[in-house]
């Protein structure tokens, strides 16, 4: 996974902000929610649900499902490719 082109992350006491610089649409993700980004970047959707399981002892299919819900979102926005 990606972040589309003209999207950046900014690291916050709080968690991130993922800021498309051309339209100034942004989401502000607490601290699981930028991890999971974050592992998707680095990997997938199933990375991301694996560190969230891992970091917050989640069941197995509640993470997938956070995760899911998280990039469909992400995506929809057009904040992620």
């Given at each position: ?47 991301a649900a694996a560190w969230l399981e ?28």
């Amino acid at each position: 996974m990606k972040l589309t082109p003209g999207v950046s992350i900014a690291a916050t006491d709080s968690g991130a902000i993922v800021l498309d610089e051309g339209t100034g649409a942004m989401v502000h993700l607490n601290p699981s929610g930028y991890g999971c980004l974050q592992a998707a970047l680095d990997g997938n959707g199933v990375e991301a649900a694996a560190w969230l399981e891992s970091t917050y002892r989640l069941d197995p299919g509640r993470a997938r499902h956070d995760a899911h819900q998280l990039l469909r979102e992400l995506q929809e926005r057009g904040l992620l490719a």
